[in-house]
């Protein structure tokens, strides 16, 4: 690889190991929720003049009461049940880093499939890893939500035995997080019921989040049979590199053996910039698909100088794109900027199968609320 390549795949890993080494203590997170009392909805600096202090629920420790109200917060069993599931996902997600200094797990298929498996008969995450991947081991070890381990192994296994199934249901859930990517473009293909030996894909708004995540994309290789290359260009202000413009050309990326003997590729190019001046310069070559993950396009700062042009680029250039949303309100106030676009839809807006099942809390849109990657999706092409 050439060295320039080699220093901008090491600021891409840099970047999140500098997140994971500095991992947030739950401090921090309290200091992110600026935590307050849920009955008088004053906050720890108000309270700190009185020098009270709130308490914490001793089981979520992310929902708080004062002194004067309560000794201890109320809340419904869900939301203390979803905050305690956030606590255990960040804490694996802290370990897995520790143990293996790696950001993600990888988690593809062994060995590509030899026919293609339709990710819409799936009923979710557990049918796609026992049905269509190959962990026909988890089946009996915990529960098909990812709730728990199964009651069976809780009553009656060993330590030993709850330890591992504790482990593999998490190390499962925290792939979801990277795998949804993937997956939800597989999902998105079957949609558009595209099926040729070579897939260009343009990532609009990339981040080093769905760089680090290059691995898994692979899976689109051992998911669909007939695929025998995936170049992916990833295009973003927020791409690593000193300036605006091509900072990676296109770099061939490895694949494993079992794709490496049938002769599949897999690429990447980078351009750090807006989509819509990419496209008009001199190295753009019109895709299969785009694919914006949670960009935020209609609600975010940069909504009318970054997103308002390529958006309405898009639509115009009759080119089928794949959104996705962290929350119902986030797409629906695209569907509505959308129609007024007057785009098709080729999948209306809904609930993503493949979305992440990695909790992370909402502190400031809704109070108690999580949000999901990817969590919806729709997709649209050109002009109805």
């Not at 994971?20 to 992110?32: F, H, I």
């Not at 025998?228 to 927020?238: C, D, K, M, Y």
């Not at 807006?274 to 190295?283: A, L």
């Amino acid at each position: 690889m050439h060295k320039n390549h080699c220093t901008i795949f090491k600021t891409i890993n840099n970047v999140e190991d500098e997140k994971y080494q500095a991992s947030r203590t739950w401090e921090e997170y309290l200091d992110d929720a600026q935590a307050y009392c849920v009955s008088c909805r004053r906050s720890a600096v108000q309270l700190a003049s009185r020098k009270l202090t709130l308490n914490h629920c001793n089981d979520c420790r992310l929902v708080f009461s004062c002194p004067d109200c309560s000794p201890a917060p109320e809340h419904s069993p869900s939301i203390c049940a979803a905050y305690q599931n956030f606590r255990r996902s960040e804490n694996f997600r802290i370990n897995f880093f520790e143990d293996t200094g790696k950001a993600t797990p990888i988690t593809c298929t062994q060995f590509p499939c030899e026919t293609r498996k339709s990710l819409a008969d799936a009923a979710g995450w557990f049918d796609y890893y026992t049905k269509i991947s190959d962990k026909q081991q988890i089946e009996g070890k915990f529960k098909p939500d990812f709730s728990s381990i199964e009651d069976d192994i809780d009553r009656n296994g060993s330590d030993n035995e709850k330890d591992e199934a504790e482990r593999m249901l998490m190390f499962l859930l925290y792939a979801t997080d990277s795998l949804t990517m993937p997956l939800t473009i597989a999902s998105a293909l079957e949609d558009l019921h595209w099926d040729n030996p070579h897939l260009n894909v343009h990532m609009l708004g990339a981040t080093d989040r769905e760089l680090t995540a290059l691995a898994n994309f692979e899976e689109m290789l051992h998911l669909v049979p007939g695929l025998q290359s995936l170049h992916i260009t990833a295009v973003g202000p927020g791409i690593p590199g000193p300036t605006d413009g091509t900072v990676l050309a296109k770099q061939n990326l490895d694949c494993c053996p079992p794709c490496k003997a049938d002769g599949r590729q897999r690429s990447i190019s980078l351009h750090k910039g807006v989509y819509h001046e990419f496209s008009q310069g001199p190295t753009f070559e019109r895709p299969d698909l785009v694919v914006l993950f949670n960009s935020g396009w209609v609600d975010g700062d940069d909504a009318k100088s970054h997103w308002e042009p390529t958006i309405q680029a898009l639509v115009e250039n009759n080119v089928p794109a794949l959104f996705t949303t962290y929350n119902a309100g986030e797409a629906q106030n695209e569907q509505k900027r959308l129609k007024e676009l007057r785009a098709r839809f080729v999948t209306e807006v809904g609930q993503n199968k493949w979305r992440g099942l990695v909790p992370t809390p909402e502190f400031i849109d809704e109070e108690h609320g999580m949000w999901f990657n990817n969590a919806y999706r729709y997709i649209i092409q050109g002009k109805e």
